[in-house]
């Protein structure tokens, strides 16, 4: 089945800086790659997400790439800022509802 | 509109008790999940139903049963707890209709302790 890496577990980066969480899939059946952000005690929502027949999509502050190839997609954070901080989710899966898997998360911290 | 909505907010449990927990959507979506989520694992899929009626495994089914009761409604039921299933559970919905994925939108979870 799938597997889905993500690193860097835990990253701290000064406001105003960027942050790059990376994630790694194994089946390349997957074909959409969403991100979650979960702040403290609440539940996870969607900030941006990708399909396989796309390379990046942006949304202001934030962007995703996708390497198919190398199996790896990637969040980037610009300017950074104290409410971006939160657990951050990668996830991958092929349509239809089958092999749903989110990576292990990623905590940021940005430090004022 | 009230997204997706779980039942209880919190509940403590013995070994070997059962319980329910219930999970309601209110925007049409066709398929339901169930997750946990425990600390420095992310998100779990214990089972997921694609439409009324149906229901599939996820990564960690062990333990748990699930009915579909209807569109809305998606129930988690552990016959008998065990302390190893002490976590937060998330139900999810997402409209997959068109047969491509779309945003899953989450409950606000339920905290399970099972002593």
């Known amino acids: 089945g799938e597997n889905v890496e993500q690193h860097p577990s835990t990253l701290s980066v000064q406001e105003g800086d960027s942050a790059v969480i990376k994630c790694t899939y194994s089946d390349s059946a997957s074909n959409y790659f969403p991100w979650y952000k979960q702040e403290l005690g609440k539940r996870p929502q969607l900030i941006i997400d990708i399909r396989s027949n796309v390379g990046e999509k942006k949304d202001q502050r934030i962007a995703v790439t996708l390497n198919k190839t190398a199996k790896h997609f990637s969040l980037h954070i610009t300017e950074t800022q104290p409410e971006d901080s939160a657990v951050y989710f990668c996830a991958a899966s092929n349509n239809y509802g089958q092999n749903f898997v989110f990576g292990p998360g990623t905590r940021l911290s940005v430090l004022p | 509109n009230a997204g997706v909505t779980q039942t209880p907010k919190f509940q403590v449990l013995k070994t070997g008790q059962s319980m329910t927990l219930q999970c309601a959507q209110d925007?049409?979506?066709?398929?339901m999940y169930w997750y946990r989520q425990d600390p420095g694992m992310g998100l779990r899929l214990i089972y997921y139903?694609?439409?009324?009626?149906?229901?599939d495994k996820g990564e960690v089914p062990n333990g748990y049963n699930v009915s579909r009761l209807n569109k809305r409604e998606f129930s988690l039921r552990l016959e008998s707890a065990a302390p190893s299933q002490t976590s937060v559970y998330f139900c999810?919905?997402?409209?997959?209709?068109?047969?491509?994925?779309?945003?899953?939108?989450f409950g606000p979870g339920t905290r399970l302790t099972v002593l």
């Open positions: 139903s694609a439409s009324e009626g149906t229901t």
């Open positions: 925007m049409n979506h066709n398929s």
């Open positions: 999810a919905s997402s409209d997959t209709s068109g047969h491509l994925y779309n945003e899953q939108f």
